[in-house]
C-alpha cells in the first residue's frame, strides 16, 4: 500500500539553526498538510498546501517556516531559525480528494538544543 | 475556538468492549476520524464519518457534536493512544485534534 514518508525521523538542531523536514507524499494526491505535536499536548494543524500554494496556515505558522514542492514529489517545512519551543514531533499529510481521509507519515522528531 | 474533547486515559480488561468518547466544538465539522497512533509510527486511520460506522472490530457512534470509539474484544496489543479529530466543512478539511485516550489493557 502506497505510504507517506518523511526523513529524518529524528532531526537534532541548534538553537537559531535553519532545519528542513521532507516529506514524500503518495504519488497521485493532491492535498499536502503540515502538523506538529509538542510532548503532551494535542497535534496542532500547521499548514496545508494545493495546487503549489499554501492554502491555509495556522497562527502558529509565522514568518520562520515556510513550505515548498521544489519537483513535485517532495513536500518540505523549513523552519527558519529554529527556537527551543520548536521542538515537537511534526507529522506530514496527504490525501487525493478533499473528500478522501489524510494519510499520515511516521513522523519527524525535531530536538532543538 | 475550535476544540475536541476526550480523556486522557481509559482501561480495560482484555476481551471486552471499550468506549472512547470525543466531543468537539468545532465549526462547520461534518466528519470525525478515529486514528490510532503508536509513538514513532504513522497515525492510522480506524474509522470516519457522519454516521455510525464499523471497520472491524472498531465501532464509531455519531451525534452531531460528540462520538464514542467503541473497540470490540480488546487485545493487549491494542493499548496505544487513540485520537478523535474533528474535520471542518472549510476548503481544507483540516483536522482538529483531542488531546488523545491512552488505552490500559489489563490481562
Known amino acids: 500500500e502506497p505510504e507517506v514518508t518523511q526523513t529524518p525521523s529524528h532531526q537534532v538542531t541548534q538553537m537559531g539553526q535553519e532545519v528542513i523536514l521532507r516529506c514524500v507524499p503518495i504519488?497521485?494526491?493532491?492535498?499536502f498538510y503540515w502538523y506538529r505535536q509538542i510532548l503532551g499536548q494535542k497535534v496542532e494543524f500547521l499548514v496545508s498546501?494545493?495546487?503549489?500554494?499554501?492554502?491555509?496556515k495556522s497562527e502558529i505558522f509565522d514568518d520562520q517556516f515556510s513550505v515548498e514542492r521544489p519537483d513535485g514529489s517532495n513536500f518540505t517545512l523549513k523552519i527558519r531559525s529554529t527556537k527551543l519551543e520548536d521542538s515537537a514531533m511534526y507529522f506530514c499529510?496527504?490525501?487525493?480528494?478533499?473528500?478522501?481521509?489524510?494519510?499520515f507519515g511516521d513522523g519527524t522528531r525535531l530536538s532543538i538544543l | 475556538k475550535d476544540q475536541v474533547f476526550q480523556p486522557s486515559t481509559v482501561a480495560s480488561s482484555e476481551g471486552a468492549v471499550v468506549e472512547i468518547f470525543c466531543n468537539h466544538s468545532?465549526?462547520?465539522?461534518?466528519?470525525f476520524f478515529w486514528y490510532l497512533h503508536f509513538p514513532g509510527c504513522a497515525p492510522r486511520l480506524l474509522v470516519k464519518?457522519?454516521?455510525?460506522?464499523q471497520q472491524g472490530r472498531y465501532n464509531m457512534t455519531y451525534e452531531r457534536f460528540s462520538s464514542s470509539l467503541l473497540i470490540l474484544q480488546v487485545r493487549e496489543a491494542d493499548a496505544a493512544v487513540y485520537y478523535c479529530a474533528g474535520c471542518n466543512a472549510g476548503n481544507n478539511r483540516k483536522l482538529i485534534w483531542g488531546l488523545g485516550t491512552s488505552l490500559a489493557v489489563n490481562p
Open positions: 499529510a496527504s490525501r487525493e480528494q478533499l473528500n478522501q481521509p489524510q494519510h
Open positions: 498546501f494545493y495546487n503549489n500554494e499554501i492554502s491555509e
Open positions: 468545532v465549526s462547520n465539522a461534518y466528519n
Open positions: 504519488s497521485n494526491h493532491l492535498y
Open positions: 464519518g457522519s454516521k455510525p460506522s
